[in-house]
């Protein structure tokens, strides 16, 4: 991946020349994983979900995050995603079904996407307009 090139333009190319190493990419090892062991995945996805949402609330105080997460404006987008997060950690311990883990962890990708443009504004309505647009077909 990196080469030693003298001047700062052979450095440069070869960062860039890479392909599918991209530092948001999974390998196919890492792809595997998933549909392999997805109560695994599940478990560990999930735990970094709430993470995620967890650091934000270090960061400005637990009472200003749960403040914000039920704002009028977002509230049933968390209340979506709080539920997909505990689907799936039901379907991957519980009930233990691959299939359901898979559909679950799906399911909560989409609610933190809403979830996530609930706070950029007016994202969800060009999100759903676009959505609208590409996927409506009149028959």
Excluded: H
Aim: charged share 15%.
């Amino acid at each position: 991946m990196w080469k030693m090139g003298n001047d700062e333009e052979d450095r440069a190319e070869s960062f860039l020349d890479e392909d599918s190493e991209g530092i948001c990419s999974l390998s196919t090892t890492q792809s595997l994983i998933v549909f392999a062991i997805p109560i695994k995945f599940a478990l560990l996805f999930t735990f970094g979900n709430v993470l995620a949402v967890g650091s934000t609330a270090f960061l400005m105080g637990p009472e200003q995050q749960l403040r914000m997460m039920f704002d009028s404006v977002r509230v049933y987008a968390t209340v979506i995603y709080i539920g997909f997060v505990v689907l799936a950690l039901i379907c991957a311990l519980w009930i233990q079904s691959k299939i359901l883990t898979l559909l679950a962890i799906i399911c909560e990708i989409c609610a933190l996407i809403w979830y996530c443009l609930s706070y950029i504004p007016f994202a969800r309505r060009i999100v759903s307009d676009l959505m609208v647009r590409f996927c409506d077909t009149e028959l």
